[in-house]
């Protein structure tokens, strides 16, 4: 068991800047704080029971059933926390609505089970899963926290802005969740260049 | 008709499956740099969308609801999806080799491209009946292609601009990409 | 073994584990999805209807195809409330729950679903705006002001709350028809 196995899916390869997989909950979801945070935590949720039982059951499967078995075993756990969080935390789950059931076609979540949890130990790959899901959950929830707070004036719902501030609606309709993207993207480029010049 | 017109030009226009729903970035990011591989991928894709929408409709009416199964949905309808899309690639390899030459590398693609499984469970989650249904589908697959093929034609304008190193391919693409769901944004209120 | 009879044997087995764990998923949270739904419709419900002591989602009868919810206190009627939708809207057909006391007038109207803009024509389903149609007994007289009627319309949107006022309207015109006697009106 390795730590790197956890941090690498933080930073190192962050699904969504690196990687630039998994975009469609990225920018569905980003338009309120807590939405992020949910759809990151649930998305996390996945990716560690689906690297779990891929990584078990590997063994078995022989090689060319793999991409339908991992997709039905994905399926599988995106199911459960869709039940789960529509009984005990109702509010949310209206919130995200269709984008619960669309965590199955996330690249983040088949592309772990491929790349990572067939050819892993058990612990390691849900180290990763683990990983991998906090890093989509932080940079949802950066995501989030900038449009809310532009858009609305709020974080978590709470009124953070000054109240002269009027907010900017555009940046919670679908074209903030873009050009917001692009920005924050080039911002962490621009901070990962800094570092690595500084390094040398 | 007028209620079907509406649908259609609802699920192109101003709904924009891409540019509105955000369902099949990923294609739309991949694929989108040149104005012909993005003609293909929309062929694929509406291809797909209209097969499985219709196999998928069938199943919810047929098998789930009467035997109240809805909690299979999901799992049921991404398998139905990745086999369909297999099935149509042999059948395309054996029946029209020059459609699969040109079409084939797109379908494996297709499987986790979120915009297939969105419209089929959006198909049954809004109660659409057949009709509404194959309506609703076939505006959502030009919405995409219209989408696809208008950002590919202006991502081919950047690639010959000098763009700032930091902003260079996916920022300015989803900067763009804000713009073109701006303009889109201008068709709301066409369908009340 | 037949190489394609593995994949199918591997798919299978997978399939049906999945399905099992599923079934028991779905069990296991089948009453507290109910009830988690209906807890949040009769939040909505309590936010129209003036005080009661029963069950209305329980006590709901079926008039011309539109579901009345029935609040009553020691059995005696005390109000009711049905879902009435507008297709008015910016963005499609708005939901509206709408209660109606036992002289006739709105006790309350909640949204139940909309999709407005954000920011703009969301404002709908703000309390501000809904508070401001407690209390009115004429059908006709609820629209905006554009169309004539009392209700204020906001800057930069008045299609979201005619729809609102569209559906109140027609609402309460069905209700007072169907439970207040003619004298009382």
Not at chain 1, 8 to 34: E, H, R, Y
Not at chain 2, 43 to 64: G, K, N, Q
Not at chain 2, 152 to 179: C, K
Request: net charge neutral; proline share 4%; aromatic share 10%.
């Amino acid at each position: 068991m390795r730590l790197s196995s956890l941090t690498d899916g933080i930073f190192k390869n962050n699904a969504i800047f690196k990687q630039m997989l998994g975009m469609c909950p990225t920018l569905a979801v980003t338009t309120s704080a807590s939405n992020g945070v949910a759809m990151g935590l649930a998305t996390t949720a996945v990716l560690m029971g689906s690297n779990f039982a891929v990584s078990l059951f590997s063994g078995f499967i022989p090689k060319n059933a793999r991409i339908p078995c991992y997709i039905v075993i994905i399926a599988c756990f995106v199911t459960v926390v869709d039940l789960y969080m529509n009984a005990y935390f109702h509010a949310l789950h209206k919130a995200l609505g269709l984008f619960i059931p669309l965590i199955v076609v996330n690249c983040i979540v088949l592309g772990r089970a491929e790349a990572f949890a067939s050819r892993s130990p058990v612990a390691d790959s849900v180290l990763d899963g683990l990983g991998t899901g906090i890093g989509f959950t932080i940079a949802l929830t950066a995501l989030a926290v900038c449009r809310e707070l532009v858009g609305a004036g709020t974080v978590f719902g709470y009124a953070v802005a000054p109240s002269f501030y009027v907010p900017v609606i555009l940046a919670v309709l679908p074209p903030g969740a873009f050009v917001f993207l692009g920005f924050m993207m080039a911002f962490t480029r621009f901070m990962s260049s800094k570092i690595k010049g500084g390094g040398h | 008709m007028s209620g079907l017109m509406l649908l259609f030009v609802g699920a192109a226009l101003v709904n924009n499956v891409v540019l509105s729903r955000f369902l099949g970035i990923c294609p739309f990011m991949g694929v989108s740099k040149s104005s012909e591989t993005a003609l293909g991928m929309s062929a694929a894709v509406a291809f797909v969308m209209m097969i499985s929408s219709v196999v998928t409709w069938i199943i919810e009416y047929a098998v789930l609801r009467p035997w109240e199964l809805g909690y299979l949905q999901t799992v049921v309808f991404v398998l139905v999806i990745a086999a369909l899309v297999q099935l149509v690639e042999m059948v395309m390899e054996k029946t029209t080799p020059e459609l699969h030459a040109s079409l084939g590398i797109f379908l494996p693609l297709i499987t986790t491209n979120c915009a297939i499984l969105g419209v089929a469970l959006i198909n049954v989650q809004s109660d659409y009946s057949f009709i509404e249904m194959i309506v609703f589908s076939l505006g959502t697959a030009a919405g995409f292609g219209l989408a696809l093929v208008l950002f590919s034609g202006l991502r081919e304008r950047i690639s010959f601009s000098s763009v700032p190193e930091i902003f260079r391919d996916a920022p300015i693409a989803f900067i763009t990409a804000g713009i073109l769901a701006l303009a889109f944004m201008g068709f709301s209120g066409l369908v009340r | 073994m037949n190489k394609q009879l593995k994949i199918i044997l591997a798919v299978t087995a997978v399939s049906a584990i999945c399905g099992l764990i599923l079934g028991a998923a779905y069990n296991q949270t089948r009453e507290a999805i109910a009830e988690a739904e209906r807890a949040d419709f009769l939040a909505g419900l309590s936010e129209v209807l003036p005080p009661y002591d029963n069950d209305p989602d329980k006590d709901a009868r079926e008039i011309k195809g539109t579901t009345v919810y029935e609040a009553k206190i020691k059995g005696k009627p005390s109000g009711y409330a049905a879902v009435f939708s507008s297709g008015k809207g910016y963005g499609g057909h708005i939901y509206v729950l709408v209660g109606m006391d036992a002289e006739g007038k709105v006790s309350g109207v909640a949204v139940l679903k909309h999709k407005e803009t954000p920011g703009l024509g969301d404002k709908i389903s703000g309390k501000d705006f809904l508070g401001v149609f407690k209390g009115l007994s004429e059908p006709g007289l609820i629209a905006v002001k554009k169309d004539g009627g009392i209700i204020d319309q906001f800057s930069g949107a008045t299609m979201s709350p005619r729809a609102v006022a569209d559906a109140v309207s027609r609402a309460l015109e069905f209700m007072r028809d169907n439970f207040i006697s003619e004298e009382k009106r």
